[in-house]
């Protein structure tokens, strides 16, 4: 793998360095707010963002600077910026050590982000369990606030920026940024029905841009080293810049690792997470967090971008990859992960609500052998009918377990109901005995 010069992660590799105030300024924090304040016309910023490439780096990949486009111009009103912290995707990690680690990367992301597209006012939407990322957060908030970072004219600009922490209840649905907006509201977090979309109708039905805590991590080195730099690392045009991946699973070493997305997931598994913990073949992995569908090792030297993933049937999604060796159960892989989706799908769609519990009980079944020779027509059927047919995209991702499973481990569940059907055969050939005749036996026993 070449040698390439990390972004995100670098601080956090230096020793001693404990993600305070004084310990980013002194590394050049906040230089890129500083330089555009009042500066830099937040119309430039956005197009610099655009020329960088830029994408978000929460699952679906949308350009950023391209979302920030949508903010109308001349809303008289305000405007919001979110961001979200909602890291609920499992085999993901990389949000949360970049908030515990170094906030005022982020801060001084959403305080640029802010006055690009016209906003005031900042809410970071975190998960309930990150109580120590929270703390961090609010520590670092109140640190920027006193030096000036954010607040009312910050650095005599006339720009005002206020960033609050908004800490959620732990529902792996307001990772959605419309569910989110509504639990910020105050309101079950349920996906919106789009259109209209946030962009002109988000928090409060006022213009509001959704960002990822990566993405926005990314803005200010942009700032500094300008999008062409930015632009010419990983695999340009389409996928730029680098990415924090989350390696978890089989693997001797996992952990996060921040690589240009032109590496491949042999760089990954085999070179940095040092390749499969016991030595065995790799038999699968999730290319980018649980709603991804499976890959095989034929897809080890696929690149990590966007585009290449895509290409092999998956998705990198939100970056978080678990690797599974060989003598691992896909049906049980598949049914562990059906579990979660049916326990998190917040009810509004029937397709997802329904199918999800549906899929469940058979995957149960089988893996207790009691499967049936339909069981994989039906569970084809059920994935059927319930990709594209949900408000939100959760019904596309709580299906992608089986559909991928079944397209590469087909065997694996017609072993099951193979030894399922063998089962109710052997039952079949015991004699029941009726009363009378079970007392001669017992008589002659005796």
């Known amino acids: ?133 929270t703390k961090i957060l609010e520590r670092a908030i109140t640190e920027a606030y006193q030096a000036g970072h954010l607040g009312s004219d910050i650095y005599g600009s006339g720009v005002t920026v206020y960033v609050y922490v908004h800490v959620g209840a732990g529902a792996y649905i307001c990772g959605e940024e419309t569910a989110l907006l509504e639990s910020l509201e105050g309101k079950r977090g349920k996906p919106r029905t789009k259109p209209p979309f946030p962009a002109t109708h988000g928090l409060y039905q006022k213009p509001t841009v959704v960002n990822n805590v990566e993405t926005l991590a990314n803005v200010p080195h942009i700032v500094n080293r300008g999008s062409e730099w930015f632009a010419s690392i990983g695999a340009p045009p389409k996928s730029t810049g680098t990415r924090v991946f989350c390696l978890s699973g089989h693997v001797k070493r996992p952990g996060n690792y921040e690589l240009p997305v032109n590496a491949t997931f042999r760089d990954l598994i085999y070179e940095l997470g040092g390749g ?92 207790n052998k009691q499967g049936r020779p339909e069981d994989l027509r039906t569970l084809a059927e059920i994935c059927e009918n319930i990709g594209g047919r949900t408000v939100c995209a959760f019904g596309d991702a709580e299906i992608a377990p089986v559909q991928s499973t079944l397209k590469y481990w087909r065997a694996e569940y017609e072993v099951l109901i193979e030894e399922a059907e063998a089962l109710k055969v052997s039952r079949k050939e015991i004699p029941v005995l009726s009363v009378a005749q079970a007392r001669e036996v017992e008589g002659s026993l005796s």
Request: hydrophobic residues 35%; aromatic residues 10%.
């Open 276 to 367: 499969m913990r016991s030595d065995k073949p790799l038999k699968a992995f999730i290319p980018g967090g649980a709603s991804a569908p499976f890959l095989t090792p034929d897809h080890v030297d696929v690149q990590l971008d966007f585009e290449s993933v895509a290409l092999a049937g998956s998705m990198s999604g939100s970056g978080g990859i678990t690797v599974m060796e060989e003598g691992t159960s896909m049906v049980w892989a598949a049914f562990r992960l059906m579990e979660f989706f049916y326990h998190e799908s917040c009810g509004k769609c029937t397709p997802c609500r329904e199918g999800s519990a549906w899929i469940v009980q058979i995957l149960q079944r089988i893996l």
């Open 1 to 133: 793998m070449k040698t390439f010069d990390k972004i995100l992660l670098t601080n956090m590799e230096r020793p001693g360095y404990t993600g305070s105030l004084p310990d980013y300024e002194g590394t050049g924090g906040y230089k890129a707010l500083k330089t555009v304040l009042g500066n830099v016309p937040p119309n430039d910023i956005i197009e610099m963002v655009k020329k960088s490439g830029l994408r978000g780096r929460g699952g679906a990949g949308f350009p950023t600077g391209v979302k920030w486009g949508f903010i109308p111009k001349d809303h008289p009103g305000p405007k919001y910026l979110c961001c979200n912290a909602d890291e609920s995707e499992p085999g993901t990690f990389k949000d949360r050590q970049l908030m515990e680690r170094n906030p005022h990367q982020i801060l001084e992301g959403i305080a640029i982000s802010c006055y690009a597209i016209g906003a005031q006012t900042a809410y970071i939407y975190i998960r309930g369990e990150f109580r120590l990322a």
